[in-house]
């Protein structure tokens, strides 16, 4: 067991992407900001200084605190409190739970469906092809916003008002999957189409390999390298579109807040001098994206064989 984890940790070390992640300092950067804010976000009822989704916990005497390095800051509220006496970095931590587990849903929904898909249209072509590529073209010609704010509008009509809220996340998650998964069937079936000619593929055809065994075990793992760039951006796009939706009142509801509900709360008391309420939510907001942008911008290079 040991030899095997020393042969893996040293396949690691020789690997390429290890090499060139050694001499990324800004991927370096922000693997380490992501892990701290992911491990942060999910041990967020170990940390936390309060639960803020626990109204017992809340005091109006509290209300409305500066950050602690300001004259009427008081500890432990180290970024100060809102108009209900909620710590905002408690509220961030477990907004940010819910941002990157809605973010994560979304993107590993939208890539199963994709790769099903686009695996399908690029192997079988003919009617199937041109079907389900005039699908992805009707999607991709209306706004994504546009379409995840219809879905939710609809679902939230369709299910009943005990539901709505303890449905919002499965329902954000299955809004933002629906424009996502295009471009994992795209790329996927333009690679396909260039596999299903090689050799590898025309004799496991030759041979009366089942199609669906020659998809997955042959042509899909040949397919997965822009896929694994697509996603890593996909990610922070997901929840960007999520803090978006949260922001205009159609996400997720004030009981269980995300960055972007948090940040439409703050917005409210801009402009009444309570600018941490809002600043904090956006800035941990504007951390995550910029962080998994960084890294997919490190793996789109380091994947892309031309440049080794």
């Not at 994709?114 to 199937?128: E, P």
């Not at 008002?161 to 499965?170: F, P």
């Not at 069937?185 to 593929?201: F, I, N, P, Q």
């Not at 896929?227 to 159609?250: D, K, R």
């Amino acid at each position: 067991m040991a030899a095997t984890e020393a042969s893996l940790g040293r396949r690691i070390r020789d690997s390429e992407l290890w090499w060139s992640l050694r001499r990324h300092r800004a991927a370096q950067v922000a693997i380490v900001m992501l892990v701290v804010i992911i491990v942060s976000a999910f041990a967020a009822p170990l940390i936390a200084p309060q639960d803020p989704y626990d109204l017992a916990s809340l005091d109006l005497d509290n209300s409305e605190l500066p950050p602690v390095w300001s004259a009427d800051g008081r500890w432990p509220y180290v970024l100060g409190t809102d108009v209900q006496g909620r710590d905002v970095l408690s509220a961030i931590l477990y907004g940010s739970r819910v941002s990157l587990a809605i973010g994560l849903a979304s993107v590993l929904l939208s890539m199963a469906v994709g790769l099903s898909l686009g695996l399908v249209a690029g192997y079988f072509g003919g009617v199937i092809d041109n079907v389900l590529m005039r699908i992805a073209d009707i999607l991709l010609s209306i706004p994504t916003i546009l379409i995840a704010i219809l879905v939710t509008a609809v679902f939230r009509e369709l299910l009943p008002v005990g539901l709505r809220e303890t449905l919002s996340a499965v329902i954000l998650v299955c809004a933002i999957a629906l424009t996502a998964w295009v471009q994992y069937a795209r790329t996927v079936r333009a690679s396909t189409m260039v596999e299903r000619g090689k050799e590898y593929v025309l004799a496991a055809r030759l041979i009366r390999v089942p199609a669906s065994r020659i998809m997955l075990t042959h042509i899909l793992p040949n397919t997965l390298t822009p896929v694994m760039v697509a996603a890593t951006l996909n990610f922070g796009l997901a929840i960007l579109i999520e803090a978006t939706l949260s922001f205009l009142g159609v996400g997720m509801p004030p009981t269980e807040p995300s960055l972007g509900t948090l940040i439409r709360i703050g917005n409210q008391y801009l402009f009444s001098g309570l600018w941490w309420i809002v600043v904090f939510p956006a800035a941990q907001l504007g951390l995550i994206v910029l962080a998994v942008n960084v890294i997919g911008d490190w793996l789109r290079d380091a994947l892309n064989p031309k440049l080794r």
